[in-house]
Each structure stands twice: as structure tokens, then as C-alpha cells.
């Protein structure tokens, strides 16, 4: 199949289309840098060295003999969507070109403009563009399980059948999102089914876990073909940010009680889902929601989990629980459905200590590039991004 | 009270400002005549006259004493926004100021951009000016009985409880918007309810089913003070519309079987509803939904209604059922609960004859400034705007 990666240099783009490509698709990858731009902002970059995206592909053919076509633009700017869409027709569109942190969102006025415009604009431009250029094409948009929040009921896969007074629908399921960027992708999720809708579009949204891992068997083909590793508060993901801490000798920063629970997936398997989602697609007209995750766990037992991994290794960590920075319960039901991608064919990799083991080795081989200050939250839901946080100064040179 | 009305130039605001203002509040309003300016972009235009706002405060200041202080300035502009509320500090915020045809949403792709960035970070840069200007002011805010859709069960408002597999959780109730003008309300609506957890903001999100009428008892006290009413595909409400039609004596025209069932209101009670509102804030934190509605009727029915009306006055009219450019159910369940604002007070003026008379002989007395090639819907929601209605000419003048 032609596929299209948007946000194809990013940490689940980047692995996504090595997967695709080695299973024989014919990948091209759209990407505008953000991601990295936001690393120069934040001062912060990723923990694993990580080359430019042009090195990438070139050693993806050297290894691979396979070719990833790139294409730069903005999925804002209306004719780049439109002339990367009429000259590859894709088969399938994987779009993961959207601002993906919570705290990014929730700095300030400027970042919840920027990421809900970024999103919703972006994503609303390439409907159009499938509609006009590739009609029969399949969407594989990525969401978010955070889309749902934490109801006292269980979490069923997008929609949920209601009876009430006597009678029944089935509709879909109610949202209730943590940041402004989780209600960006709440405001997708309604638009793209709305497109589906009128124009007979076909897509699946993606309702994905916290991700954590950042190797799959093809980023470890070459030091070039390396995936992004963020452990600071505002890009890295709770597991990844917890293994850095355990290497540099920094408290395991648990927010609040730490009784918040999540699904959870190895990002070996974020590739799989997008590639079993690819192979089957949804029908026209058909707007279907697959949870993608693979565990639940709560944030304290993670913490607890590494804290074990880590003292097998000789490295003793421990545990502070610090004041959340966000809006959330820290205790409370959560059991949400995720069957519709086991029966696709997922086979997941549980969270065991050989992942624990592989992620506290990376960590520790590169702890010097580690900058300790960048692993305090410093984004409060509730006030923003804490003034003596910002850097107006260089980074500091590694230690 | 001071009151700040968002778009209170436009075909609620202006009267409800009115009524604010009459009812003893100290009343301002910010507007950038976006309305005004899409009607240039048309061809099109009120029914009636309507004079510049400025006009309008001034004529309204010479027949009641009272002042309405004016600010001219876009939502998209944080310095305005921020400015506005800082100077007026006010008690309540009435946010009429957003792009409110579906059809325009429809147009095109660069329509519907415009309506849901317009809309959306209009609104997030309101809500973060709030939260550092006015944080105990109330918002009140003009969402859309459109956003429900038309579910097999009975709409509550806002919110559902749901019983599933055992436990029970009371959710925002789900959401099945038909356009992406209702799309960006829905978009809203989650923005302010997560705001109003996270910042302690208080907000009341009016879902307003279709305004009818265009006279209150303050816009007739003056010509200069008359509101807008608009009678064309686009921006004119169905009842309106009906009535012009059957003045100039073109069929009245009912998109499909007529069968869509929707709640309406008279414009009277719309700004009485506002007033409801106002004078009993939400709490602190609380973000609350009421259905601002006062009868169900399918648009067959409201048709039916007219052509009564008018063979009553000597003016015979006939219905024709044109291919519905919509994609809707047009046979559908609709059962709306609409009990909060008749518990604060509303007292609903039903569709009667009476109004139905006044619109129709409104509708006579300006029959001169109709242009008859605007009646017929224009915009498809699969297609998008007819080739063969945009205007690339001036404006034919008046029969």
C-alpha cells in the first residue's frame, strides 16, 4: 500500500514508518519539524542522539534497500496538504502531526492557542484534502485515551449504547478531556466523524494509552536510525521520564498520591496497531475508535515497578511523591475496553523487566547528555508554566 | 450589573443588549462587525434596514437615557480581548460573537476553517482573559441545540446519567453536531467546561434551539434601533425565511420530507432567557448547560403553520419539498427537556398567529428589498457551495 506518515520524524512517526516500510509498504513521510523547534524552545532535547530526518531515510535505504520519501510542509498551509495528497493518492494516511504534550498546552494562553489550532486546523485541512484528492483513502488518526478522562463507568472503544426512559441508542461516548491538548483531540475525534458522515470518508481513530519504550527492531538497525528519547516533564512520558530519574539518581517524581491510573502500551506495539489498523481498514462512511493499550497501571505502582528494576541493576532509587501539577483525581474507577486490535492480531509485549532493564541501560549510558533540571514539573494546570522555569539563557553545557 | 455582550451588533446581540440595558444593567458591547461584512461577501443583507452601530447606541441613549458604551475589536486578538477586560472588569460576559450559519460553515474548506478557528480561539482567548481579568465574572455563552444532533433518546440537558454494567456516572451528555458551524459549539462547549474545572471560572453554555422574530419591545421604539432579519439560504432561520417566501409568493422551501424535527424560540424569549442567566450566575467551578428553547415543531409543520397564516391575510402560498442539501435524518425521535430556564422565570410567547402576522406583514412592507434569487439553499453538505450561485457581479438592484 502508499502510505502516508504525518509527523513521521516524531517519536511514535519516526519507528511507525521503519515498520511500515519494512512490511513492504510504499512509505512517504510529511513532517514540519515542530517537534524539533520545541526542543530549541523548551531547551530540552532528547535523551538518545537523534539525526536529521534526511540521514535518517538514507540510512534506512542503506540497510534496508528500501526508500521513504520525505516531504517538508505544514499540514496549516493548505496547499502543501493539497499537493502532497494529489501527487501520492495514499491508500492510508497515518496522521501523528499534531502537538502531543498535555503540559505544552497548559504553559500558557499561547501554547492552548497554538496546540488546538495546530490540531484542529491541521487535521480539518487534511480532510479536505482526502476528500478532494483521495476519497477512498483510509485515515489512521491518532487519539488519545486521555479523550475520555476518568468516568465512573466503564470505558467502552468510542461508542457506548445508553438506554434511558425506555429507549436506546448507541452513541458515542462521552469526553471528558484533561488539557488543552487532550480537548484538541476531542475536537478531532468530532470533526473527523462528522466527515465520515457526509462525505463517505473512512477512518480510524486511534485512541492510544501513554507510550513508553522508544527502541523497535528497526531504529536498532543503525546508530542513525535512533528513535527519540524525551524524559523532561513536558515531553517525556511517565515510564521513560521515571527510568531517566532512577539512572541520574533523582527521586521518582510521583504526582500527588500516584493512584492515577492509565492505559499503557511498548511502543513496539504503537507500530504494530498502526500497521493492523493500516491492513484493515474501516469501511467508507465508517468512523471507528480502537483503544490502544495493552496494560492499566497506576502511576504509583510504574514508580514502584522501576524502583525494582533498577535495585536489581545496583542502582537504589526512591519515591517522591510531589504536588501535582495538574487537575485530576488521583483516586478513582478506571477499566476501559481494548479488544478490537487483539482481535486484529496484536500480540502485545507486556511490561517485564527486559523492557525495564533495556530502557534504565539507555538511560544510564546516556546520563550525561541528562540535564537534572529538566526533569521537575515546572506546568501547573492551574497557573501555567512556573516563571522561573523559563530559560532566556543558553543551555547549560552538558555535565 | 455590568454586562459585557459579546457580538451585540448581530441579530441577537443587538436586541438583547437592548433588553439588558432597559432591564437596568450597565451595558457594553464589543463587536467587529464580521456579520456585516458577510453579508458584503453574500450579496446579501437584512430584510429590514439596520443602521451602523454607533447610530444605534445613539439613537437608543435620545429614547431611553441609557448608555451603551461600544468596542470594536476582533475575539482573535488577545490585546483587544485583554484590553476590553480589563477595562470593564465585568460581572457578566454574554458571548454572542462567533460565526452562527451552518451554511456558511458548509461553503468550503476555507469557510469552514474560518467558522471553527473563529469560533474556537475566539472563545479560548475569552476564557483565558477571564481567568486573568475577570475571574468572578459570569459567562454566559450562545451554544446550540444543534450540538445533540438527533439521538433516539430523550436530550437532557447538557448532561446524562448513565447506568453501564453495573455503576452509574452522570456524563456531559454525547454529541452528534450536523455541520461544522455546530461542530465548533460542541468544540466550545468542552473548552468552557474544562476551564471552568480547572480555574474555578462559572459558566452557563445556552444550547439555543432556532431563533424566530426580529421585533422586541425596544427595537421598535426607534427605526434606527430596528434589528437585522435575515431571509436568505444562509443566514436566515427557517420560520423567517418561510415568511418572506410567502410574501413574494415563492414556494416555501422544505429541505426533504420536512420531518426534521427542532426546538425553536421567539427572539422575545431569547433575550429574556439571557436576562434569566445573567441574574443567576452559576457558581464558582460550575459549568452548566440549559436548553434555551420553548416549542418542538418539524419544518413541515412550521411550513403548514404559515401557509395558514397567510391565506389568513389574503396571500395564498404553496410548499414545495426540495432536495434537502443537508445530510440529516429527516424522520427522527426528538425529545428535548427544557425545564431549567421555565424554573428561573421564562414565561415562553409561543408561535401564534400574531407573530406569525407580524412577520408576514414585516416581510410585505420590505417585499421591495428581496432578492428573490437568495431564497434557494445554495449550499450542499456533500458539494459545498453551487459554482453557479457564487457572485462575481454586483448585487442585481431590488425589483
Known sequence: MRILVLGGDGYCGWPTALHLSEAGHDVAIADNFARRQID?????????????LRERVKAWREVSGRRIEVEVGDLLEWDFVAEVMERHRPDAV???AEQRSAPYSMIDRRHAVYTQHN????????????????????????GTMGEYGTPNIDIEEGFIEIEHNGRRDTLPFPKQPGSFYHLSKVHDSHNIHFACKIWELRATDLHQGVVYGTVTPQTERDVRLANRFDYEDV??????RFCVQAAIGHPLTVYGTGGQTRGFLDIRDTVRCIELAVENPA???EFRVFNQFTEEFSVERLAELVVEAAYKMGIEASIENVPN?????????????????????????YLGDSLLD???????????????DAVAPKVDWRKGRRKDTIRTEPEPSPV
Open 325 to 349: 501539577p495538574r487537575v485530576e483525581l488521583e483516586e478513582h474507577y478506571y477499566n476501559a475496553k481494548h479488544t478490537r486490535l487483539l482481535v486484529l492480531g496484536l500480540e502485545p509485549h
Open 358 to 372: 533495556s530502557l534504565l541501560n539507555i538511560a544510564v549510558e546516556n546520563r550525561e547528555r541528562v540535564d537534572m
Open 40 to 52: 530549541h524552545e523548551l531547551g530540552a532535547g532528547s535523551l538518545t542522539a537523534i539525526f536529521d
Open 94 to 96: 497515518v496522521h501523528f
Open 119 to 142: 490540531n484542529v486546523i491541521g487535521n480539518l485541512n487534511l480532510l479536505f484534502a482526502m476528500k478532494e484528492f483521495a476519497p477512498d483513502a483510509h485515515l489512521v488518526k491518532l
Open 283 to 285: 469501511e467508507h462512511g
Open 235 to 240: 515531553f517525556g512520558t511517565v515510564l521513560n
